[in-house]
């Protein structure tokens, strides 16, 4: 099971005294750092049969229950997912583990998923030890499958975890949140995460790591995409000086065509980086996301407007949720052009 470097100070204080483990842990943090590869170790080490005593120790890869676990065979563990996960919210999983039998869904972890669990918490351990059941990502249950989760974890049986996992934690029921032991992930320090993307060997990994908010994982898989030159060619667009909506939108379309691996979702997610940093230049000089655009960031909101950056920034917030199935692309894109080009109007909104 994979263990990040990053982790290994959350590992080691997490597990500092084994046996005082809560049963109910809530993994929360932002997408892109490992949290279900973190789980999975965890997940790992309580049922390997030959765990260490040291707390920065993971579960030993050789007794029958870790040989079990990575034939994705082990009895006493449950992975509850959606039917239609998306695997890129958290990279760095492990597809070993084993999965509750799932019927087709729409992207929700639905209630007779959770009451599945009944059985497996309430009837016993069938290596005669613990049992872990791990949900993930946790917010995408449906409210009555939240409910049903929250009735198992009020008096769960001695030796059962349950472990969430999280981008979203707030959408989590507060009396679901209020039975789990909170634990927070935060983004790890730039120059180690330039160190792990070096050593994975992605070039540009500063650059990368940037455009993904900190998030090695994201990073990692961006540059296996080849997804650097798509945002690069975005952000060319972005940074010219105002041209006709049109003539942009049709230069969004045409990367769209010629790049398979870039699709609508990820120009809107390009397009609202750009416009997140323009406002933070805007107020506050700074940016997050383009560095290495600074100087087109300090130009464009010299004269933009402060009113019309936050318009457009909410108006992709909504807009991006429509971007996999717009009902016309050529108008879609030529309608974020438009509001795009509104917000550096000086005096707009």
């Known amino acids: 099971m994979t263990l990040f470097d990053w982790h ?10 084994p046996e005082k483990l809560p049963h109910a842990l809530l993994l929360a ?47 006493d563990l449950r992975l509850i997912q959606p039917e239609e996960a998306d695997e890129s919210d958290e990279a760095g ?28 918490v309430f009837v016993g351990s069938h290596r005669h030890g613990k049992r872990v059941a791990l949900i993930s990502p946790a917010e995408l249950m449906n409210p009555a499958g939240a409910n049903c989760l929250l009735k198992i974890l009020e008096e769960p049986p001695a030796g059962v975890y349950f472990i969430l996992v999280s981008s979203h934690w707030r959408r989590l029921l507060p009396t679901v949140l209020s039975r789990c032991r909170s634990i927070h992930f935060g983004r790890p320090d730039q120059a180690a995460a330039e160190r792990w993307l070096a050593g994975q060997g992605v070039s540009a990994a500063a650059e990368l790591l940037q455009l993904a908010g900190g998030a ?37 379309a045409t990367l769209l065509k010629t790049d398979q691996e870039f699709a609508l979702p990820q120009l809107v997610e390009a397009v609202q980086k750009w416009v997140f940093d323009l406002g933070l230049m805007k107020i506050a000089g700074a940016c997050r996301y383009h560095e290495a655009w600074r100087s087109q ?18 108006d992709l917030l909504r807009i991006r949720a429509v ?27």
């Open 8 to 17: 290994k100070p959350l590992w080691q204080r997490l597990l500092a005294d």
């Open 29 to 75: 943090g932002p997408e892109g750092l490992g949290k279900l590869a973190f789980a999975q170790a965890l997940a790992a080490r309580l049922l390997c049969e030959q765990a260490p005593v040291e707390s920065d120790g993971v579960a030993c890869g050789h007794c029958t229950a870790c040989i079990w676990l990575a034939s994705g065979n082990h009895p």
């Open 93 to 120: 999983g492990d597809a070993s583990l084993q999965a509750a039998p799932r019927k087709p869904g729409q992207g929700q972890i639905r209630v007779d998923q959770i009451r599945a669990l009944e059985d497996f």
């Open 216 to 252: 090695p994982l994201i990073a990692a898989a961006w540059a296996e995409q080849g997804r650097l030159d798509a945002y690069r060619k975005v952000i060319a667009t972005l940074a010219e000086k105002p041209v006709d909506p049109v003539a942009m939108a049709a230069k969004w």
């Open 297 to 314: 960031l300090e130009k464009l909101a010299a004269t933009a407007s402060g009113s019309g950056l936050m318009a457009c920034y909410n």
């Open 323 to 349: 971007a996999r199935h717009p009902l016309n692309t050529q108008l879609f894109l030529e309608d974020m052009a438009a509001r795009y080009l509104r917000a550096l109007t000086t005096g707009r909104s």
